[in-house]
């Protein structure tokens, strides 16, 4: 089943932020919210985003000084949001990287357009991931991400499925960090997500077999009761 798109609006007022995903919510779109650019980083860090609502005047780091940092990150769409209609602010924007703009107040139906108009223009409907390293070691092992093959320390390869891959990756560039079933199949599947689908689980499963010296009793995949899964060991990339 597609999943739907999601959403990250960062706005400091929380009228707005609630208002903007109460009317999203209702078009069937995922909707994370950040109060400034530290709450986005972390939402950005743990979830998969297709686009972000990004107000202007934001405490601390302000929008552009956000879209300039995201932009030389990812390709994320962003639509900048601000109170301001001059049409400087407007270019300012639009020269750091952002997408579109919308100034307020606006209108829910102009918004939800605006967003499918700029998810339509992006490759194939979704912002390109980040780039990341060639190769990740912990405990005894080495994921080649080049060559998408998992090395032992002892020089044997041992094969991954995608989704086991998929998931690998995801834990591995989140170590020590508590992930729930969702924000890992969002990161793992991404919009192909079905919000239902427990897959996660016998993923986690397989990966343990191939893993851990005793699948047993997880030492690299830890279950966090009623929260998730966290990857234990350090992690270093080269």
């Known amino acids: 089943m597609q999943g739907s798109p999601h959403i990250l609006i960062v706005d400091d007022h929380r009228e707005i932020r609630d208002l903007v995903a109460r009317a ?48 030389a990150e990812s390709n994320i769409p962003i639509i900048m949001l601000t109170a301001k209609g001059e049409e400087v602010d407007r270019v300012i924007g639009l020269e750091m990287g952002a997408d579109d703009y919308l100034p307020k107040p606006f209108g829910s139906r102009e918004l939800v357009a605006r967003i499918k108009a700029v998810l339509r223009r992006m490759p194939g409907g979704a912002a390109a991931a980040p780039a990341r390293a060639k190769r ?23 094969p ?3 989704g086991e891959y998929d998931l690998l990756i995801a834990l591995v560039e989140r170590p020590q960090r ?22 996660i689980d016998t993923q986690v499963s397989r990966l343990r077999k191939k893993l851990e010296r005793d699948p047993g009793d997880p030492k690299i995949i830890k279950t966090v009761w009623g929260g998730g899964y966290v990857f234990a060991p350090d992690v270093g990339a080269e």
């Open 178 to 199: 508590v992930l729930s079933r969702d924000q890992l199949l969002d990161l793992a599947r991404g919009r192909s997500a079905n919000a239902i689908d427990r897959s």
């Open 136 to 158: 990740y070691r912990f405990d005894r092992w080495a994921l080649d991400t080049g060559a998408r093959e998992l090395l032992r320390d002892d020089g044997v390869t041992v």
């Open 24 to 71: 999203l919510a209702k078009e069937n779109f995922r909707v994370s919210a950040a109060a400034d650019g530290r709450a986005m980083r972390k939402v950005l860090s743990d979830s998969r985003i297709d686009l972000i609502l990004l107000d202007l005047m934001l405490p601390g780091e302000d929008g552009l000084a956000l879209c300039r940092s995201l932009r």
């Open 160 to 162: 991954l499925s995608t």
